[in-house]
């Protein structure tokens, strides 16, 4: 199996920044894209940005400029630098990863979650 650790979260006021990380171990052959998700009270998960393999990236509108995913995949971690935080940007920040295994072929993998909160 896959496990994907996510650390970085917190409180922190509007126009800080905040890192998440997040390191995927277990069985894996091959990792391929790489992203961070979202998701606010009553609100549908939403893709934040995702890296491919090759390190090609796209992100959401409302965190461009101010949001930088990056991947180290000699560590199988990838990363998320978030400055100009907005209380907007308040959600649950998972991780994911399109991960290839021997045993169960290709499929996505989650993080548990982790919480940002940005004050006003």
Not at 92 to 101: F, G, L, N, S
Request: proline share 2%; with cysteine.
């Amino acid at each position: 199996q896959v496990q994907l650790v996510e650390s970085g979260g917190g409180l922190v006021q509007a126009g800080g920044s905040l890192r998440l990380s997040c390191a995927a171990s277990g069985n894996i052959f091959r990792i391929n894209d790489m992203g961070w998700y979202r998701q606010a009270p009553g609100k549908q998960r939403e893709l934040v940005a995702r890296i491919t393999s090759g390190g090609r990236t796209n992100y959401t509108d409302s965190v461009k400029g101010r949001f930088t995913i990056s991947r180290d995949n000699a560590k199988n971690s990838v990363y998320l630098q978030m400055n100009s935080l907005k209380p907007e940007d308040t959600s649950v920040y998972y991780c994911y990863a399109d991960v290839t295994t021997i045993i169960f072929g290709r499929r996505a993998y989650w993080g548990q979650g982790t919480q940002v909160t940005v004050s006003s």
